[in-house]
């Protein structure tokens, strides 16, 4: 039963990993775009949460209400400024800016929050549980943050399915040029786009900054889990990458079950099988143009 | 008078110059046909007006307004619509959001989803197909479909029988006199002389991106076009 209970709990870890992965998955999907400061937003994000409930005395949960729109906001500024100018460039242009970004990143939240371990404060919630059988009990929080995860990627991949404006993605994804042609602003979709990534980001940041101590580094570790549900699940595929955090946080999980200190490493491990035999993912989008 | 005003323009890829000093005028209502040889410049020509191209010199006017720095995206509000050569589908997207996406400006006219699968009735029944399963005939009535959806003044069609059987180009040329019914001016780029002769008003006939012959189709002879259209 222990081995259950591991399973269990990496599928609820898993639900993290595919809210932090989704944005990232986006941003890909739609731009081609590997955002290298993702790990690093998120942390901004979990600071923003921090300051807002320390300051303000807020609810943990309702500081997402004010940290998602500022970070769709960033994500917007960002994609204005920065990121269309990249990707007009070389492809590697947008690889070194997101990479520079990240470095930047790191270092103010460094002079503004030192390097202290932090956390955002829920009270009981963070250790209250439900307990399944003798052997299995679900954590309420990591509960939640599943259940947000997957409503996350269901709302997501219902506004890319059903909407004229996710549509307009899907098209300039496909063929940006021809896009153009039928009069829409690939400028536009792009910053819409990395609006909403950075605004998951937003929500995956406060729920990291819930779950676990951070410190400014923590980024780089973020930036990883995000990247390898992203692969595991399979390039551009939302439901992949919900399928691939939870694959990566099971490993995680059942390793350290199996091998107390080194369950990461196999979570790592896992990813590298994947990109070895499967480099296209799990669950690759069907179609590719 | 003359909805699209191409004034002596210059077009380059970087150093190579694919378009010299070549001016045309399409009146509202006439269906011009641009023809001439593998890189004559006849894509680039279509680009240029679509807004995908930008001309070093010279303007490209439509409806009397200057529209040469515009970008492509905002060319299709005020009615241009190209269907680009090799089509280019959303692979991803089905045959009718393919359409959809192609009304994204919602500019109002004739053309809807309805009246483009009453002009292309092969498209309503293959309407869930992904772009990227469509036959050729099938990806190039969508194309068509596709420019219609935002009811434009000026269609530009580019190579619509590349690659195609010539039964499945005969169908899809057939929808062109419903097209042009509706008021709207078509410039159709093409290899094949003989369908571009059969649909067009007047013929453009261009030679390594200049403009060598000029003429309404019962007024051209067979040896005009020739030695025109190879330049000897």
Redesign the interface.
């Known amino acids: 039963m222990e081995w259950a209970n591991a399973i269990v709990q990496g599928v609820l870890l898993g639900g993290l990993y595919a809210l932090l992965a989704a944005g990232l998955s986006l941003m890909f999907g739609v731009m081609r775009l590997v955002n290298l400061a993702h790990g690093a937003l998120a942390i901004v994000a979990a600071y923003a949460g921090l300051v807002l409930v320390q300051k303000t005395g807020m609810p943990p949960f309702a500081s997402i209400v004010i940290v998602v729109p500022l970070m769709a906001i960033l994500g917007w500024v960002l994609q204005r400024t920065l990121l269309n100018t990249a990707l007009n460039r070389q492809a590697l242009a947008p690889i070194l800016v997101t990479f520079g970004l990240a470095v930047i990143i790191q270092n103010l939240l460094l002079e503004l929050f030192t390097a202290d371990n932090q956390s955002i404060d829920v009270g009981s919630l963070a250790s209250s549980s439900i307990q399944i059988t003798p052997d299995i009990a679900i954590g309420v929080f990591p509960l939640i943050t599943f259940i947000v995860g997957v409503l996350v990627i269901g709302l997501l991949q219902q506004y890319l399915a059903r909407t004229a404006t996710g549509r307009a993605m899907r098209a300039t994804s496909d063929d940006r040029e021809a896009a153009e042609l039928m009069g829409i602003d690939n400028k536009y979709v792009y910053s819409l786009a990395t609006a909403i990534s950075l605004g998951l980001v937003g929500i995956a940041g406060v729920f990291l900054g819930i779950r676990t101590q951070f410190n400014p580094t923590f980024g780089d570790a973020t930036l990883i889990f995000a990247f390898e549900a992203v692969i595991i699940g399979g390039l551009g595929s939302l439901w992949g990458t919900l399928a691939g955090g939870m694959i990566l946080g099971i490993a995680q999980t059942v390793g350290a079950q199996a091998f107390p200190s080194s369950g990461v490493l196999l979570g790592h491990v896992v990813f590298l099988l994947v990109l070895a035999f499967r480099p296209t993912g799990l669950f690759p989008k069907v179609v590719n143009g | 008078m003359a909805l699209l005003e191409v004034d002596a323009i210059d077009v380059h890829y970087g150093d190579f110059q694919a378009i010299y000093g070549l001016s045309i005028t399409v009146d509202e209502g006439e269906t011009l046909a641009v023809i001439g040889a593998n890189g004559a410049g006849k894509s680039t020509l279509l680009k240029t007006i679509?807004g995908?191209n930008r001309p070093r010199v010279g303007e490209v006017r439509f409806d009397g307004a200057n529209i040469s720095g515009l970008?492509?995206?905002?060319r299709?509000?005020l009615g241009i619509?190209?269907t680009?050569e090799g089509r280019?589908?959303?692979?991803?997207?089905t045959l009718e959001?393919?359409l959809?996406?192609?009304g994204?400006?919602k500019r109002p006219g004739y053309w809807n989803l309805t009246t483009v699968y009453e002009t292309f009735p092969l498209l309503a029944d293959r309407r869930s197909r992904?772009?990227?399963h469509a036959s050729g005939g099938e990806q190039q009535a969508t194309a068509i479909g596709?420019a219609l959806m935002?009811n434009p003044r000026l269609l530009l069609l580019d190579e619509v029988s590349l690659g195609l059987a010539p039964i499945v180009v005969e169908n899809i040329y057939a929808a062109l006199p419903n097209i042009s019914a509706q008021g709207t001016t078509v410039l159709v780029v093409e290899q094949d002389v003989n369908q571009a002769l059969k649909v067009a008003n007047r013929v453009h006939c261009l030679l390594e991106g200049r403009s060598v012959l000029e003429g309404k189709p019962a007024e051209l002879s067979r040896e005009q076009i020739a030695s025109a259209y190879f330049g000897i």
């Open positions: 679509a995908i970008a492509a995206h905002r299709v509000p619509s190209l680009p280019r589908i959303f692979p991803s997207l959001e393919n959809l996406v192609g994204h400006t992904l772009g990227v596709r935002s």
